[in-house]
């Protein structure tokens, strides 16, 4: 890569460094050239907002009368906010029951369905469907099922009798409730990629084992889930950063309500910039949002190096 | 001989009647879970048919019983200018797949493929910003937008479309995968680098494109909440986040007429879903990671 760098002619050894930047700019004008409009892009709307979040961090945010210095002012408010603390109790506990509720159910279901013979491809399709409606249209529909007169409501008051249950209205059941309907719309994506990691997994390894007396499970065991460990760290850690931001399906369907019992620290971020029009404060919340996720961060990354060693 | 696809399961286990039990087991709650996923439709499909009431009324019934009807769809299409969300959804996707390809296209190609001095320290400043979560930037996003005077336009859906190192690096991976040569033959005949971009490297990337237009049609057709913050007047709002100001959020909305508008906006997306189906599959595929 360096030999573009070098004098084509001897007698140019003697010239000045600038002469070979400028040879190296000549040589290479249309790399260059191809590059820059990604290089502005990237550094307007991702660069320079990333840096603006250090520096509206510490004014207050004012749209009509412009904006004032106010120094720590911003993150004093979010210390003394008792909301932040039960945000970031509910984003841990909303990360947890994804992990407990949802993490599993692709892994499993992509075992399934590589066994299944018969009409796989229409389970696949099916699996996948919730992906393609939008978002907002599911909030919709489930906010109807979820309903005190919904039709899960009517299936438990039918089966079991009694009241039947508020999934939407009462604290406990809120946050379940959502993580339900996330992992029903999600898993199929994640099952997907599972199901083509399961089956590109060599059919003899299966032989082998059958005949030195493995069964099912044990071949499940020993070799599927050895297999596709990659793949499931992989996808722990993309949904461990997916939900440690996650806010959208709490703000569509309960508002971060009932009684702040599904405001996760993101939405709390929102809910500072938008009804509270404290966009300082939300600024500030992303840089200390920014400063855990980094160290998270880098702890995962000195993990992985050592367990690539 | 007849070689049957074997998978964990052997034909041998298939006769066990402990397996068999099992496996009809799983049959029955793979299936369970098919019926899970098709019932949201049907039932956005039958209650947009009913009248107010049989909505409203406790046990719920499936199928309409009073009658199907269909004037509910003319009552919601009036309700909602549908067209005009749909052509707002419709011009932010093909912005930014236009600007994708260009922008994104042509940087993926000079790092790829016209070994340019300093590409790796150049491949960082476009990478590093994948381990950077959004939602921490994403007020300062906002307020960039607006210092830049681009709130309320489309170009600040357009413009940070060239700013994505993930679409970067789908499209980079697959000019790797692209030989060399052809690219040097086609210099030493004498064509410019961007004929070799836009007449060689782009007509060749059909695969990643198509994959790239699927990833985009979704965000653009998913995205609700970016929307929301970003455009102001009524008449800019894409399909999604117009379904969620006016229908979700609504209140006085009958419940038959809410759901008569939520079905006729999933069912393009389905119908386009199922006819592209084996497309958009292996389209995924080739994405990769990313769902």
């Given at each position: 890569?360096?030999?573009?760098?070098?004098p084509?002619?001897?007698?140019?050894?003697?010239?000045?460094?600038?002469?070979?930047?400028?040879?190296?700019?000549?040589?290479?004008?249309?790399?260059?050239?191809?590059?820059?409009?990604?290089?502005?892009?990237?550094?307007?709307?991702?660069w320079?907002?990333?840096?603006?979040?250090?520096?509206?961090?510490?004014?207050?945010?004012?749209?009509?009368k412009?904006?004032?210095?106010?120094?720590?002012?911003?993150?004093?408010?979010?210390?003394?906010?008792?909301d932040v603390?039960?945000?970031?109790?509910?984003?841990?506990?909303?990360?947890?029951?994804?992990?407990?509720?949802g993490?599993?159910?692709?892994?499993?279901?992509?075992?399934?369905?590589?066994?299944?013979?018969?009409?796989?491809?229409?389970?696949?399709?099916?699996?996948?469907?919730?992906?393609?409606?939008?978002?907002?249209?599911?909030?919709?529909?489930?906010?109807?099922?979820?309903?005190?007169?919904?039709?899960?409501?009517?299936?438990?008051?039918?089966?079991?009798?009694?009241?039947?249950?508020?999934?939407?209205?009462?604290?406990?059941?809120?946050?379940?409730?959502?993580?339900?309907?996330?992992?029903?719309?999600?898993?199929?994506?994640?099952?997907?990629?599972?199901?083509?990691?399961?089956?590109?997994?060599?059919?003899?390894?299966y032989e082998?084992?059958?005949?030195?007396?493995?069964?099912?499970?044990?071949?499940?065991?020993?070799?599927?889930?050895?297999?596709?460990?990659?793949l499931?760290?992989?996808?722990?850690?993309?949904?461990?950063?997916?939900?440690?931001?996650?806010?959208?399906?709490?703000?569509?369907?309960?508002?971060?309500?009932?009684?702040?019992?599904?405001?996760?620290?993101?939405?709390?971020i929102?809910?500072?910039?938008?009804?509270?029009?404290?966009?300082?404060?939300?600024?500030?919340?992303?840089?200390?949002?920014?400063?855990?996720?980094?160290v998270?961060?880098?702890?995962?990354f000195?993990?992985?190096?050592?367990?690539?060693? | 001989?007849?070689?049957?696809?074997?998978?964990?399961?052997?034909?041998?286990?298939?006769?066990?009647?402990?397996?068999?039990?099992?496996?009809?087991?799983?049959?029955?709650?793979?299936?369970?879970m098919?019926?899970?996923?098709?019932?949201?439709?049907?039932?956005?499909?039958?209650?947009?048919?009913?009248?107010?009431?049989?909505?409203?009324?406790?046990?719920?019934?499936?199928?309409?019983?009073?009658?199907?009807?269909?004037?509910n769809?003319?009552?919601?299409?009036?309700?909602?200018?549908?067209?005009?969300?749909?052509?707002?959804?419709?011009?932010?996707?093909?912005?930014?797949?236009?600007?994708?390809?260009?922008?994104?296209?042509?940087?993926?190609?000079?790092?790829?493929?016209?070994n340019?001095?300093k590409?790796?320290?150049?491949?960082?400043?476009?990478?590093?910003?994948?381990?950077?979560?959004?939602?921490?930037?994403?007020?300062?996003?906002?307020?960039?937008?607006?210092?830049?005077?681009?709130?309320?336009?489309?170009?600040?859906?357009?413009?940070?479309?060239?700013?994505?190192?993930?679409?970067?690096?789908?499209?980079?991976n697959?000019?790797?995968?692209?030989?060399?040569?052809?690219?040097?033959?086609?210099?030493?005949?004498?064509?410019?680098?961007?004929?070799?971009?836009?007449q060689?490297?782009?007509?060749?990337?059909?695969?990643?494109?198509?994959?790239?237009?699927?990833?985009?049609?979704?965000?653009?057709?998913?995205?609700w909440?970016?929307?929301?913050?970003?455009?102001?007047?009524?008449?800019?709002?894409?399909?999604a986040?117009?379904?969620?100001?006016?229908?979700?959020?609504?209140?006085?909305?009958?419940?038959?007429?809410?759901?008569?508008i939520l079905?006729?906006?999933?069912?393009?997306?389905?119908?386009?879903?199922?006819?592209?189906?084996?497309f958009?599959?292996?389209?995924?595929?080739?994405?990769?990671?990313?769902?």
């Open positions: 890569m360096n030999q573009s760098a070098l084509i002619q001897p007698s140019e050894s003697n010239q000045t460094r600038r002469t070979g930047i400028v040879q190296i700019l000549k040589k290479h004008l249309w790399g260059y050239l191809f590059l820059l409009p990604a290089l502005l892009l990237f550094a307007i709307f991702l320079l907002p990333i840096i603006k979040g250090f520096v509206y961090s510490f004014y207050h945010i004012d749209f009509v412009g904006n004032t210095f106010v120094g720590w002012d911003n993150y004093k408010t979010v210390f003394d906010d008792p603390g039960k945000s970031i109790r509910n984003t841990l506990y909303y990360m947890g029951l994804a992990l407990v509720m993490f599993w159910v692709p892994i499993v279901f992509s075992i399934a369905i590589s066994e299944i013979r018969r009409f796989q491809g229409f389970f696949r399709v099916a699996a996948y469907l919730p992906n393609v409606i939008p978002v907002v249209v599911l909030y919709g529909l489930w906010r109807w099922f979820y309903d005190s007169v919904g039709p899960i409501n009517a299936g438990i008051t039918k089966v079991f009798g009694g009241e039947g249950i508020a999934f939407m209205t009462d604290t406990k059941w809120s946050m379940i409730s959502i993580v339900f309907m996330e992992t029903w719309q999600q898993f199929g994506s994640a099952m997907l990629l599972y199901l083509a990691a399961v089956l590109s997994i060599p059919r003899d390894w082998a084992a059958e005949i030195d007396g493995a069964g099912v499970w044990m071949r499940i065991r020993h070799i599927t889930l050895p297999s596709v460990k990659g499931i760290v992989l996808m722990l850690l993309l949904q461990l950063i997916g939900t440690s931001q996650g806010f959208q399906a709490q703000l569509a369907m309960l508002d971060g309500g009932p009684m702040n019992a599904t405001l996760t620290y993101s939405l709390l929102v809910k500072y910039a938008t009804t509270r029009l404290e966009l300082g404060v939300a600024s500030a919340m992303g840089v200390l949002m920014f400063m855990v996720l980094s998270l961060a880098v702890i995962q000195r993990l992985q190096s050592k367990g690539d060693n | 001989m007849k070689h049957e696809e074997r998978g964990i399961m052997s034909r041998y286990d298939h006769r066990k009647p402990v397996n068999r039990l099992t496996y009809g087991i799983i049959y029955l709650v793979v299936l369970i098919a019926c899970s996923m098709l019932y949201p439709i049907l039932v956005a499909m039958f209650n947009s048919l009913k009248t107010n009431t049989e909505v409203n009324s406790f046990p719920p019934t499936f199928i309409p019983e009073h009658g199907w009807q269909w004037g769809f003319k009552e919601g299409w009036n309700f909602l200018d549908l067209p005009l969300f749909l052509r707002n959804t419709l011009a932010i996707f093909v912005g930014n797949l236009v600007v994708t390809i260009v922008v994104l296209g042509m940087a993926a190609f000079s790092l790829s493929k016209m340019v001095p590409s790796k320290v150049i491949s960082m400043f476009f990478l590093i910003t994948l381990f950077i979560p959004p939602t921490t930037y994403l007020i300062p996003n906002f307020l960039n937008l607006k210092d830049l005077g681009l709130v309320n336009t489309f170009a600040a859906f357009w413009l940070p479309a060239g700013a994505s190192a993930f679409n970067l690096l789908l499209l980079k697959f000019f790797d995968s692209l030989h060399q040569e052809m690219f040097e033959a086609a210099r030493i005949d004498g064509a410019s680098e961007l004929r070799c971009f836009g060689l490297a782009v007509p060749l990337s059909v695969p990643i494109i198509s994959t790239l237009a699927i990833f985009i049609f979704s965000t653009a057709w998913n995205d909440f970016w929307p929301s913050l970003v455009m102001h007047s009524d008449h800019k709002y894409p399909l986040t117009a379904i969620y100001k006016y229908v979700i959020s609504a209140r006085g909305l009958n419940l038959n007429i809410r759901f008569a079905f006729m906006v999933m069912l393009p997306p389905i119908i386009v879903f199922l006819t592209l189906q084996r958009i599959m292996r389209g995924l595929h080739l994405g990769g990671v990313k769902g």
